[in-house]
């Protein structure tokens, strides 16, 4: 018995530290998916404002991991009050055992910073090339710091969409709905870019000056979502991660596929942008479901999501006349949200494509539905908020010029001539 006894307490210890291990890596790709935002950011914005988008990029994980680990931690999960908010766990002083934790807390937080870096940098996109530095700055730390973490307690913390029964694994809804309610918020309400519309409200492209940059950031991304899906287990010893990861890569799949075919179909040619926002969409779309569904349950999920990306994007341009120079609204607003009601449709078990009726629908539709009430109600007084004090557009003149020059004193490339097009011809 003493031998038998050594070996569970052998066995429990090595299967925390796979698990601890797991996490860990799975956090690090999820970080390095800061990158393969910088990257889709930039190369779909023009030169003149890289460097801006570099530095966003860079200060909204800085800030964010503070932000999030003094406070945004602890409402996120801390003791729960009332299903609304945590209440404990402020600057990582609690022991937070009743979260039933596997892996060591420290590796916990880290996983959950990742996490909500990201929800915080899928704004910037949709404001590109006219915001303040320090207004992105305050609205990203006030992101991280309250907006993120309260949905975060709902779904994940054991607040009252958690206790409804709802389903988001990874966090179509919890990190991509946010960050793309924010984006729609924010970018309505800072106006569009200078020449983005012409006298009859008609859209005109502005392109971006590095495909490869941007197709650079979705490859990131993609492998990322690796860590982002699968790590949500916390447990390298739980199979599970292989379905999931099979789940996620045939989403992605699908949504580049279908927004190819869609794109060649409608404009005579298969789009390279929209196509890298195909593959997002599938990947947004999927995180609240991969381990829910079926593979092919999933495959629908990247199909719907493909549409949902192309027409949503149409949408908000043409019809909102929002400009998001990224299609940031359309593919983690919409895509998230979309994705997360399809739990209620493809799910093996609930799932009203598999028998379960419409509870799990109407679950998942009640907490889309709240999720974008809270994070439109508060960031539009941000926005607002902001606006109204220190302001939350650069000038005309230095909007001109770019913001890198404007914001920052420097060029991203400095070494190099960009001459414009009108130049080129004559």
């Known amino acids: 018995m003493t ?75 801390g003791v729960d009050k009332m299903g609304i908010v945590g209440t404990s766990g402020f600057f990582g002083m609690s ?4 979260l039933g934790l596997g892996i060591p807390l420290e590796a916990f937080i880290i996983f959950q910073t990742v996490f909500a870096a990201t929800a915080a940098t899928i704004v910037s996109g949709a404001m590109a090339e006219r915001t303040k530095f320090v207004s992105y700055v305050i609205y990203s730390a006030v992101i991280t710091l309250v907006i993120y973490p309260v949905v975060g307690h709902w779904i994940w913390g054991g607040g009252w969409l958690s206790q409804k029964g709802f389903i988001d694994f990874a966090g179509s809804t919890v990190v991509h709905s946010v960050g793309g309610w924010a984006a729609l918020v924010g970018a309505s309400i800072i106006g569009p870019r200078i020449g983005k519309y012409n006298k009859e409200g008609k859209p005109n492209a502005i392109p971006g000056h590095s495909i ?47 927004v190819m075919i869609i794109t060649w179909i409608r404009y005579g040619k298969p789009d390279v942008s929209m196509t890298l926002n195909g593959a997002l969409a599938g990947l947004v779309g999927i995180t609240a479901g991969c381990a829910a569904v079926s593979m092919v349950g999933s495959i629908f999920i990247g199909i719907i999501s493909g549409f949902v990306v192309v027409f949503g994007i149409e949408f908000v341009e043409k019809i909102l006349k929002v400009d998001d120079p990224v299609g940031a609204v359309g593919v983690h607003g919409l895509c998230g949200s979309v994705g997360t009601l399809c739990v209620g449709l493809f799910a093996t078990e ?12 109407g679950v998942q539709a009640i907490g889309v539905g709240s999720v974008a009430i809270w994070v439109i109600a508060t960031t539009f007084i941000l926005f607002k908020t902001i606006k109204a004090t220190i302001g939350l557009r650069v000038d005309k003149e230095h909007e001109d010029t770019g913001l890198d020059i404007s914001e920052h004193g420097s060029e991203a490339y400095g070494d190099f001539m960009v001459k414009s097009t009108d130049t080129l011809l004559t």
């Open 95 to 98: 022991s937070m055992e009743h």
């Open 350 to 361: 609930g799932g009203l494509f598999y028998g379960g009726g419409f509870h799990q629908l």
């Open 212 to 258: 490869t940059l941007a197709a650079l950031g979705v490859f990131i991304l993609w492998f990322g979502w690796f860590g982002f899906n699968p790590g949500s287990t916390l447990a390298g010893t739980d199979m599970n991660i292989a379905k999931i990861a099979m789940t996620t890569n045939l989403s992605a799949a699908a949504g580049a596929c279908v």
């Open 3 to 77: 031998v038998f006894g050594a070996d569970e307490e052998i066995n429990g210890a090595t299967k925390m530290a796979i698990n601890t291990v797991w996490t860990l890596i799975a956090a690090f790709l999820v970080f390095f998916m800061q990158a393969g935002f910088a990257m889709v950011e930039t190369g779909l914005t023009r030169s003149k404002n890289a460097g801006n988008i570099i530095m966003k990029n860079l200060m909204d994980f800085a800030i964010g991991s503070l932000a999030f680990f003094t406070v945004g931690f602890g409402i996120m999960f």
